[in-house]
């Protein structure tokens, strides 16, 4: 069973930057798309990013090119590289890897099967 293990959550201040990353913990085929969604408080669930076994990358709205998310060394490790951050950006961020349709929303579905991560937590401070 693959963990997705998340890293580089913390606080930091409105207009900061943070950068989260996402590691499996065993193989995952290249096929694999991998995302990021948070939970807000007072909010449902929600897309951040998606990348797909291509590179190729999808984001929510609510981005607006503050956030970019990517690969390096040719690994499975994803990474969310978020600036100008805001206040409503504190929640709960997880990573997720799942195969098939890249569609942000996909992961959200009910009965969706996939690869979940903790959580982890960013707290951005006004």
């Known amino acids: 069973q693959v963990q997705l293990i998340e890293s580089g959550g913390g606080s930091v201040q409105a207009g900061g930057s943070l950068t989260l990353s996402c590691e499996p913990s065993?193989?995952?085929?290249?096929?694999?798309?991998m995302g990021w969604y948070r939970q807000v408080p007072g909010k449902d669930r929600e897309g951040v990013a998606v990348i797909d076994g291509r590179g190729d990358t999808n984001y929510g709205n609510f981005v607006q090119g503050r956030f970019t998310i990517f690969k390096a060394n040719g690994k499975n490790t994803v990474y969310l590289e978020m600036n100008d951050l805001k206040s409503e950006d504190s929640g709960v961020y997880t990573c997720?890897?799942?195969?098939?349709?890249?569609?942000?929303?996909?992961?959200?579905?009910?009965?969706?099967?996939?690869?979940w991560g903790q959580g982890i937590q960013v707290n951005v401070d006004s």
């Open positions: 065993g193989y995952l085929h290249r096929g694999y798309n």
């Open positions: 997720a890897a799942w195969i098939g349709s890249a569609h942000l929303q996909v992961p959200l579905l009910p009965g969706h099967i996939g690869y």
